[in-house]
């Protein structure tokens, strides 16, 4: 068994293209709605190893956390993660990262988003738009 498989879910389920983001105000990321940086991203993730996590259970809150450290970067700058673990009030194996864009990400429709588990990346293609 893998230690970790994180993968972002995007918006289309073929795991590619725009991610499974809300933006600060809770809408949906996408071209048409971009992240202004400096603003907190919510990212929406599995694969990841929860100590005490119970399959098929909700999870209760921010009590639990990835068994590794948990790193994002958005066309490989880093971001600064407030929270980082199981989404509050989901089925167990839905993470949830919430990261603060960058202030020296370039902006663009489809900024590359990656998503690692200590030394474990998520797949590429995943994308998230910046104004």
Avoid at 51 to 59: D, K, R
Avoid at 75 to 91: I, M, N, Q, R, S
Avoid at 101 to 117: D, E, K, Q, R
């Amino acid at each position: 068994m893998a230690f970790a498989a994180p993968a972002i879910f995007s918006l289309d389920s073929s795991g590619a293209g725009a991610a499974a983001v809300l933006n600060q105000d809770n809408s949906v990321n996408g071209p048409g709605n971009p992240a202004p940086r400096s603003s907190i991203i919510q990212i929406f993730a599995t694969g990841v190893n929860v100590p005490g996590a119970v399959t098929g259970a909700i999870t209760g809150g921010a009590s639990q956390y990835a068994a590794a450290p948990v790193r994002v970067t958005l066309d490989g700058v880093d971001a600064f993660l407030p929270y980082a673990g199981p989404a509050p009030g989901e089925v167990a194996g839905l993470f949830q990262v919430n990261a603060v864009v960058p202030a020296g990400v370039t902006p663009g429709p489809a900024v590359p988003l990656v998503f690692s588990i200590g030394a474990v990346h998520s797949q590429s293609g995943a994308t998230v738009a910046v104004r």
